[in-house]
């Protein structure tokens, strides 16, 4: 069975920074491009970043350009998502997804809580 | 960047009936759009792909048709189980990768 488990999720001050991390099993984790979806408290959902196969290519919302930075490590089977100069707006639960375009399997998420 | 809009917000339906959703893009995304359905406390779940293609184990009652800007995902005889909101999602044009707002679907 795919299973994504992501950690990391803090309160954390604006301004603040925060590393989220996504474990992947029962999948070959180097053959599939992965993505950040985020989801705010009570509304819907905002994609946030993904990253290729092996790295090389990383794409992101224009909204978290130079402040997040999507990673991986093949090696041990997981992702990454290093955020800094966080916002209140920043405020959501954070999934890791396997897949790029159509989002096949989602971790339960992360919750990251930017407040003073 | 592409606009995902869907219709209604809510609709209200009866275990066992039909439920017809909408989703239309701000310009054409071709067939590269998935639905999710999501659960209170869940992660979503992808239902479909390539506009019309159910995911893995996605009951037939989930169909889903539609290319250019319009779209539409039927449930034929809503089970208590699908109660839930529904995302649609388009991957034509990138990044950004954009959602519809959703469509809550509750019971009548």
């Known amino acids: 069975e795919v299973q994504m488990v992501e950690s990391g999720g803090d309160l954390v001050q604006p301004g603040g920074s925060l590393r989220l991390s996504c474990a992947a099993s029962?999948?070959?984790?180097?053959?599939?491009?992965m993505t950040w979806v985020r989801q705010a408290p009570g509304k819907g959902l905002e994609w946030v970043a993904s990253?290729?196969?092996?790295?090389?290519?990383?794409f992101y919302v224009d909204s978290v350009k130079g402040r997040f930075t999507i990673s991986r490590d093949n090696a041990k089977n997981s992702l990454h998502l290093q955020m800094s100069s966080l916002r209140v707006e920043d405020t959501a639960v954070y999934h890791c997804?396997?897949?790029?375009?159509?989002?096949?399997?989602w971790g339960q998420g992360t919750t990251v809580t930017v407040s003073s | 960047e592409i606009v995902m809009t869907q219709s209604p917000a809510t609709l209200s339906v009866s275990p066992g009936e039909r439920a017809t959703l909408s989703c239309r893009a701000s310009?054409?995304?071709?067939?590269?759009l998935a639905w999710y359905q999501q659960k209170p406390g869940q992660a979503p779940r992808l239902l479909i792909y390539?506009?019309?293609t159910r995911a893995t184990g996605i009951p037939a009652r989930f169909s889903a048709s539609g290319s250019g800007t319009e779209f539409t995902l039927t449930i034929s005889s809503l089970q208590s189980e699908d109660f839930a909101v529904y995302y649609c999602?388009?991957?034509?044009?990138?990044?950004?990768?954009?959602f519809g707002q959703g469509t809550r679907l509750e019971i009548k």
């Open positions: 990253i290729n196969e092996d790295g090389s290519e990383k």
């Open positions: 390539a506009a019309s």
């Open positions: 310009q054409s995304v071709s067939s590269s």
């Open positions: 997804a396997r897949g790029h375009f159509d989002l096949h399997v």
């Open positions: 029962g999948l070959i984790f180097s053959n599939y491009l």
């Open positions: 999602q388009q991957y034509n044009n990138w990044p950004p990768i954009t």
